[in-house]
């Protein structure tokens, strides 16, 4: 259930309630793909770092260890031991990206595994299968992602498979959670709105699944090389098409600045690998900027990455002993870095909230946006 609390312009701060707790919005979900974060950060870590949502990888737990196997260890949540809400994507996004060999057909689509080339068949109702075996809070539906740019008559096409697609996503799901058997019962479901970069296509489709009532909608296929300017474009027209009492989540974004343009625009929810990849290679976001910690000139540097952050390790450690284990390859320097970006980000959310609890959004935008753009 979504409760609007208030709203600055477009930017909406609310409060998401599911049946694993109540989601703070804006917020950003942290990316565990195969249910685990990149660079040793635990369940038990994620909850110090601030983070809300653990997102995970319908794809690669399919492909390891099995969505059988997890059902078998009591869903996602028992097994990785992390208690609040966790989404999963359909997957369909790795099937198109990842995948080679891949043959799509209106049953769905048959893909050879990035692991070991064995033939997978996956559909709206497996991927449904799937995410209803990991047993999360939240389960998205199974839509076609297409390359940007691409033909409008293939993009229009593909909108509508997707719609249909979404269709039998919903009718799969109300069977499966009355299914005494289910691991989540209450398990949620998002449909996805797609058309490339073409705003009619977006507005049309995002008017055509609306009407399916569905638990929360998503902004796919964009941050995918695509302009800034031209997402931000895409995010204004579809919105005001998006119902006012459901939380909307842009997908595989972003950038601080992307995030607060989205807000502004009236977005809500967010996940990216990002924070956690770059700090897997010394990049890191900081209160005056982006840093490189492998630049020479940290060597010395007994400071902390960021002397504004409250997080574990700018209150332990120095930019020259992360430098050094980075330099050596030792396995902390990447738990430590990749702490530091998630409390970041984690906390970026947080302080978007209380700007829009304190009516001050506009302004905080305008401070942040540049500066956490800025390579130092």
């Known amino acids: 259930m979504y409760k609007l609390l208030k709203t600055e312009g477009n930017a909406r701060r609310a409060e998401f309630v599911t049946n694993r707790g109540t989601v703070q919005t804006p917020a950003f979900m942290n990316v565990a793909t195969a249910a685990a974060i990149k660079g040793g950060v635990s369940a038990e870590d994620l909850k110090i770092l601030g983070c809300q949502v653990m997102l995970s ?35 369909g996004f790795q099937v198109f990206s990842l995948a080679s060999l891949r043959q799509i057909k209106e049953e769905g689509v048959t893909f050879a595994s990035h692991v070991d080339g064995r033939r997978i068949f996956m559909g709206p109702e497996e991927s449904m299968q799937i995410q209803s075996n990991l047993g999360s809070t939240i389960a998205m539906a199974f839509d076609e992602c297409v390359e940007n740019p691409a033909e409008y008559s293939y993009a229009k096409a593909s909108c509508e498979r997707t719609t249909r697609w979404l269709e039998r996503c919903k009718a799969k799901m109300q069977e499966l959670n009355s299914l005494e058997t289910t691991v989540n019962p209450e398990q949620m479901l998002f449909g996805i709105n797609q058309g490339c970069t073409y705003a009619d296509l977006r507005v049309e489709h995002m008017k055509r699944i609306r009407e399916l009532d569905l638990d929360g909608y998503a902004i796919g296929g964009l941050a995918v090389g695509e302009p800034a300017e031209v997402m931000y474009d895409i995010i204004e027209n579809v919105t005001p098409h998006m119902p006012d009492n459901k939380i909307r989540y842009l997908m595989g974004v972003g950038t601080p600045a992307n995030i607060l343009n989205a807000v502004e625009r009236g977005v809500d929810l967010f996940d990216c690998v990002m924070p956690s990849r770059n700090a897997r290679h010394g990049h890191l976001f900081t209160s005056k900027g982006i840093i490189n910690i492998n630049n020479q000139k940290y060597e010395l540097d007994m400071s902390p990455i960021d002397e504004n952050c409250g997080c574990p390790v700018c209150q332990r450690y120095s930019k020259a002993y992360i430098r050094h284990l980075l330099k050596s390859g030792e396995m902390l320097s990447q738990r430590l870095l990749v702490m530091h970006n998630l409390w970041f980000y984690n906390h970026l959310m947080e302080d978007i909230r209380n700007a829009l609890d304190n009516g001050n959004f506009a302004q905080f935008k305008k401070e942040k946006e540049e500066i956490y753009s800025t390579r130092i």
């Open 57 to 91: 990888n319908t794809y690669h737990l399919h492909i390891r260890p099995g969505d059988e196997t997890v059902k078998k260890c009591g869903g996602l949540h028992k097994f990785t031991t992390w208690d609040g809400p966790i989404l999963t994507d359909s997957g």
